[in-house]
């Protein structure tokens, strides 16, 4: 084989060895990186900062509708509610207060109004040493029963915290207990959690669950 | 197209000692520039997904040697790109640390029901890539009586949490008094700040990812891609050692909201849990709420404080 044809050789074989990688290119030109559904952008709901209930010092400073509080527009001054029972000692809830769930304490057992508010003054809590409190000092009446609970809150330990951890800067905001616990029922309610992680690749998702993670 | 050479008898046009005839050399080069050309069509994704940075953010100089009046240049410089960007103009300042401060975190798992609420506004607050999804926090889930994190699943997605017989772990990074990220460096782009944050220089990283590998605490992330964060999302206030927008193949992590926690407020993890399970402050305070913990819950553990990290993070019980 001389020379000349020995090129001509290495050139058709480059000439194929291009034309198939153009070939190659040409056909993979879009599909080089795999398509993946874009990721969502979170729900606002998930970056809300907003306790989930008011208390009642948040309704007086927003100057919202108080009407509900308004305990003497239908109860009768100086007379102390009557409360009724069932049969299993559990108390009958009158329709005009039908949004109240009555769950404060395991089996049921802190089920009379008057445990926490004042009878003859109905616009009033009472602590159980039979002092006095406002509503807007509600959480002196809490408390009265959960010390340790008041003690760590009073710290900066239990309950929520923001604003400021330098005070110099500016105030902490502590919220109170109601708003976060419904004095009723105060268990914290269950919720829907925000989405997780997302895969980075998009199949594989069946047997990487029964991976363990590492 | 005839062929001169073969037709033409006795009289040949090209010397017989030529490697090269035109036909040749014509045909070859056709082929070459059709090859050529190929090549250049497949590789063009490459040029359009580099993003060259400018040559002064090429040429800029190391965090700690900028003088204050390079840095007031730096953040300029970044103002008028993030502008340009996401046509937001956002206000970036380099903040210092505070004296007599050192920052600790507590976080409550007797409070923690796993919403996941945390891990958002900090994506939210310190402009983490959406698409692909960049977080720093991670909740573990793990089940009652066991603190097993071989056996904690961290994609746990029920109708409402907290689920019964499980707890939730959220882990980010520890802020280690002795950090194996800093440590395994090579050019020293990541240090820890005298109030304890350890923090990176973005412009400074060269992504070889090993404190990525060196933290036991799967809390650096890494941008594979060029971030993206929508427009209408963009915390415009920002840090240089924080939420500043990243850029592609360098290294982040949770840096304890630099821009909120040195300007004396609470990060954003803190302010926004529904169950005030997260705690933070300064511990050389004794009257601030963690020091508070420190002395009088059961706090238990530095997680795998085996590893000799000593993390300023801190879980702890309430009972």
């Known amino acids: ?214 | 197209m005839s062929n001169p050479d073969s037709n033409n008898n006795g009289t040949p046009v090209v010397p017989v000692d030529s490697g090269i005839t035109r036909r040749s050399f014509l045909r070859s080069s056709a082929v070459f520039a059709t090859g050529i050309a190929a090549m250049v069509a497949g590789l063009k994704p490459l040029f359009d997904a580099a993003d060259f940075p400018s040559a002064e953010e090429f040429m800029q100089k190391y965090y700690k040697e900028l003088t204050p009046e390079e840095m007031v240049k730096v953040l300029a410089r970044i103002e008028n790109e993030v502008e340009r960007q996401y046509g937001i103009r956002p206000h970036v300042r380099d903040y210092k640390p505070l004296d007599g401060v050192e920052y600790l975190y507590c976080l409550n798992l007797t409070r923690c029901i796993g919403c996941r609420k945390c891990v958002h506004a900090c994506v939210a607050e310190n402009n983490q890539s959406r698409d692909p999804e960049i977080q720093y926090i991670r909740v573990l889930r793990m089940p009652h009586g066991s603190l097993d994190i071989e056996k904690a699943e961290h994609r746990y997605a029920p109708e409402s949490v907290p689920e019964k017989g499980y707890f939730y772990m959220p882990v980010q990074c520890q802020q280690c008094k002795n950090p194996p990220c800093v440590k395994v460096c090579p050019v020293h782009a990541t240090w820890q700040e005298t109030d304890g944050i350890t923090v990176v220089d973005y412009n400074w990283c060269i992504g070889c990812r090993y404190c990525e590998a060196a933290c036991p605490y799967w809390a650096r992330r890494f941008n594979f891609a060029k971030p993206v964060i929508p427009k209408e999302r963009l915390n415009p206030e920002m840090s240089y050692l924080g939420n500043r927008p990243r850029m592609r193949g360098v290294m982040e992590k949770c840096h304890f909201c630099i821009q909120r926690t040195r300007a004396g407020r609470y990060p954003a993890c803190v302010e926004i849990c529904p169950a005030g399970a997260r705690k933070f402050g300064n511990v050389l305070d004794p009257n601030s709420e963690v020091s508070y913990i420190l002395k009088n819950k059961r706090v238990f553990i530095q997680l795998k404080e085996e590893m000799g990290t000593s993390p300023r993070f801190f879980y702890y019980f309430d009972v």
């Open chain 1, 1 to 214: 084989m001389n020379s000349q044809s020995k090129t001509a050789v290495i050139v058709i074989g480059l000439a194929i060895v291009f034309s198939l990688l153009a070939v190659f290119f040409y056909f993979n030109r879009n599909t080089a990186v795999p398509v993946r559904a874009p990721i969502a952008l979170v729900d606002k709901t998930f970056l809300d900062v907003s306790t989930w209930r008011k208390s009642y010092a948040d309704l007086v400073r927003e100057k919202a509708d108080l009407s509900d509080f308004d305990c003497y527009g239908c109860h009768e001054k100086g007379k102390a509610p009557p409360l009724r029972f069932d049969d299993k000692q559990k108390l009958i809830i009158p329709d005009e207060h039908k949004d109240i769930v009555m769950g404060h304490g395991s089996h049921g057992r802190n089920n009379i109004c008057f445990n926490c508010h004042n009878e003859n003054n109905l616009e009033l809590l009472q602590a159980r040493d039979g002092h006095d409190i406002k509503f807007a000092d509600s959480p002196q009446l809490c408390g009265s029963c959960h010390g340790p609970t008041y003690r760590d809150w009073e710290a900066g330990a239990h309950g929520r915290t923001s604003g400021y951890w330098d005070r110099s800067k500016g105030p902490i905001e502590r919220k109170l207990c109601v708003n976060c616990h419904d004095p009723h029922s105060p268990h914290f309610p269950g919720r829907k959690p925000a989405p997780g992680p997302h895969y980075l690749r998009e199949p594989a998702v069946a047997s990487a669950e029964k991976e363990p993670n590492h």
